[in-house]
């Protein structure tokens, strides 16, 4: 099992900047996939950004793309979410998500919410405009 534990959303003007932490515990290893998605309102969660633990993975979806700027410490097992430049559509619940399998291969699993078997509770994000 994997605990995670969103931080760091907030209220924020837009332009503004937040950053988002996950703590994770339990059997975290080198090769696993941590992903961040987002739920707005009366939307489906969608991917945001993924890592891995050892490096060889970064990834965004094209509306995060050159704003946001995921990062991540093994020592203290957290990933981290730079967001800058915010826009009120980045408004939404950010959900912090572990794989329990490494995916090592040419396909991008970490696109899609079926390869993560660990959720955190989230964390809700507000850009006013």
């Known amino acids: 099992q994997v605990q995670l534990v969103e931080s760091g959303g907030g209220l924020v003007q837009s332009g503004g900047s937040l950053r988002l932490s996950c703590a994770a515990s339990?059997?975290?290893?080198?090769?696993?996939?941590m992903g961040w998605f987002r739920q707005a309102p009366e939307k489906e969660r969608e991917f945001v950004s993924a890592?891995?633990?050892?490096?060889?993975?970064?990834d965004y979806s094209t509306s995060v793309t050159g704003r946001f700027t995921i990062s991540r410490d093994g020592a203290k097992n957290t990933v981290y979410l730079q967001m800058n430049s915010l826009k009120p559509e980045d408004t939404a619940i950010y959900y912090c998500?572990?794989?329990?399998?490494?995916?090592?291969?040419?396909?991008?699993?970490?696109?899609?919410?079926?390869?993560?078997?660990?959720w955190g509770q989230g964390t809700q994000v507000t850009v006013s405009s």
């Open positions: 890592t891995r633990w050892s490096g060889g993975v970064t």
């Open positions: 998500a572990a794989t329990s399998k490494p995916f090592l291969g040419d396909t991008s699993p970490w696109l899609y919410e079926w390869a993560y078997d660990y």
């Open positions: 339990g059997r975290t290893f080198s090769s696993q996939i």
